[in-house]
């Protein structure tokens, strides 16, 4: 992990629970949590980035509730950060292209 990285994991990882689990919504580094916490799932339309990775209270509804497996969540803005970034440049992918 790189020092830059290193400085806003280490905010989840502040509030990491007994099983490895952090809250979803420790910053905004994907913009606004609630919309952001829809690539999660794929609801509302949004590509569906956290296949694969562990989540807790996923089906719960609510972004203040999510939480991600710190080990997952690199990955998880990666992918979010990419998709973005695509689709900021009118370039529209699937989601397997995201999904390692």
Known sequence: MNTNQNQWV???LA???EEGYVPFN???RLGQNQYASRFASGKQDSLNLGQGLRWKNL???SYHDL???NE???EFHRR???AKDDIGMGINHNE???VR
């Open 67 to 69: 939480m991600i497996h």
């Open 15 to 17: 509030n990491m629970d």
């Open 59 to 61: 089906e719960s509804g």
């Open 80 to 82: 979010v950060k990419a």
């Open 26 to 28: 420790a910053d905004r």
């Open 96 to 98: 397997s292209h995201y």
């Open 10 to 12: 280490e905010r989840y």
């Open 72 to 74: 997952d969540l690199v």
